[in-house]
């Protein structure tokens, strides 16, 4: 890459527009998620798997807004779908047929799915399965592990990200606020579970069954580097939850791309509330709650006030559902098969090329999902996958010199693949990690 277009540079496009953004968006940011010191890059286009940057980069796009975007950028019949949807009218203030088309398709593939309820993201569709669960059950508290990012909604955010100075007790994590000034009635409402502990989690559990609404979990949980519930643990909630009449809720918003039946079907896991997002959208905006028409009755206005009373402009727009629904067609599972191969074979030869440097760091991931986690420690949950300030450092420094060798991943270490990649895609990729872990000078375990 020319000097001149590499990361950062004071003289790059992305840093000027950085500094314009800053005059109008806090810290010139809308996505926490996608800053980077000193300014992110910014995109022109995208197509295939392939994105180029305002200064005219192109790079091989392994993040796909953050796993949104199965199918790569502009994917043909995704676009068709969209322009032609757009053409007839963008939304209404009424439904479209569009709708029960997509929910048809999910319904079909979502075990113990039976009704589905549309909104805008996947931090909605997780508010609004917590709000069925209420309304269901008639209690209010909730329970989730320790780290597991559930979107951004004040409940399912505690013990989202607490440290070894707060987080207390392994088996009973301190209820610790994400956002400053997070009501004492939000923390007082959620038991913070320690993810994989199935007999500590089920003694915190049966201490508030009478009072829990809801358990969630990810089975395949991003923010703590990709580390799978066992089986053990998953079978407790289930049980636990059969037991108690609670609604166990699988939030799968990244990990339904696992498997044509999403995570439930990977891991045999039977919840009554599944939520969606990302995938689902065909690269628009999207949520989705799918669950059993016995929970997800709350929603039904047609016998008066529903339990749970739910609108949105843009609930279901018909642009999102048509997109949805190409998208959704073209991940058969044959593709599938294919797509989670290459995600295999991936991770194995960047661990290898890790291993071959001497650097102690851990590829994790399932099926087309992979993330760098440092260290070599075994990986159980989030306290062993904790990334302190030198190990986020780490990673900081070798994704940002990724960048310099045409390749974009997550900040934090977070990658996936899309259908339209191919096998050369992953040689480029294994190519620049080796070069991307001389450049930001990772330690080794003959160099420390």
């Known amino acids: 890459m020319p000097a001149e277009q590499a990361?950062?540079?004071?003289?790059?496009?992305?840093?000027?527009?950085?500094?314009?953004?800053q005059r109008v968006l806090p810290g010139g940011n809308t996505r926490t998620t996608v800053y980077r010191d000193p300014y992110p890059i910014y995109v022109r286009s995208g197509a295939g798997s392939r994105m180029v940057d305002v200064d005219g980069v192109e790079r091989i796009d392994f993040l796909n807004n953050y796993t949104a975007l199965i199918h790569g950028h502009a994917h043909p019949s995704i676009v068709r779908a969209a322009t032609a949807a757009v053409e007839n009218g963008s939304a209404f203030g009424a439904p479209t047929e569009s709708e029960i088309r997509l929910a048809e398709m999910l319904v079909e593939r979502v075990p113990g799915g039976e009704r589905v309820r549309f909104m805008n993201s996947g931090s909605e569709a997780v508010m609004m399965a917590v709000k069925a669960a209420r309304a269901y059950t008639g209690r209010s508290r909730i329970a989730k592990c320790e780290g597991l990012y559930h979107g951004s909604y004040d409940f399912v955010e505690v013990g989202l990200d607490s440290a070894p100075e707060n987080w207390g007790d392994p088996a009973e994590p301190n209820r610790v606020p994400y956002s400053r000034g997070t009501p004492a009635a939000v923390l007082s409402d959620v038991v913070v579970l320690p993810f994989n502990d199935s007999e500590a989690s089920l003694r915190l559990l049966e201490q508030n069954a009478t009072d829990l609404a809801a358990v969630i979990v990810d089975p395949l949980p991003n923010r703590i580097g990709l580390i799978p519930a066992t089986r053990e643990f998953l079978v407790t909630l289930r049980d636990f939850c059969t037991r108690a009449g609670v609604v166990l809720i699988s939030d799968e918003v990244i990990s339904f791309r696992i498997g044509y039946r999403g995570a439930q079907g990977e891991f045999g896991l039977h919840a009554d509330l599944v939520t969606l997002g990302k995938i689902i959208g065909g690269g628009f905006p999207v949520g989705a709650v799918c669950g059993s028409k016995d929970v997800m009755s709350v929603f039904d206005p047609t016998m008066g006030k529903p339990a749970a009373p739910h609108g949105g402009t843009f609930n279901a727009n018909p642009v999102t559902m048509a997109a949805g629904a190409v998208a959704m067609?073209?991940?058969?599972?044959?593709?599938?098969?294919?797509?989670?191969?290459?995600?295999?074979?991936?991770?194995?030869?960047?661990?290898?090329?890790?291993?071959?440097a001497g650097v102690p760091w851990r590829v994790t991931g399932d099926a087309s999902?992979?993330?760098?986690?440092?260290?070599?420690?075994?990986?159980?949950?989030?306290?062993?996958?904790?990334?302190?300030?030198?190990?986020?450092?780490?990673l900081e420094r070798f994704t940002g010199a990724l960048l310099n060798h045409g390749i974009m991943l997550d900040h934090g270490g977070l990658g996936c693949l899309s259908t339209v990649m191919t096998d050369s895609d992953v040689d480029a990729l294994t190519n620049a990690l080796e070069l991307a872990l001389g450049d930001a000078r990772i330690p080794t375990l003959s160099n420390p």
């Open 7 to 21: 990361y950062p540079s004071s003289s790059s496009r992305s840093a000027s527009l950085h500094k314009r953004a």
């Open 329 to 356: 067609e073209l991940l058969t599972p044959a593709v599938l098969d294919r797509l989670n191969e290459m995600g295999r074979v991936a991770r194995d030869r960047m661990q290898a090329v890790i291993h071959e």
């Open 369 to 394: 999902l992979f993330r760098f986690v440092p260290g070599d420690r075994e990986l159980v949950d989030y306290r062993s996958s904790w990334p302190d300030a030198t190990t986020s450092d780490q």
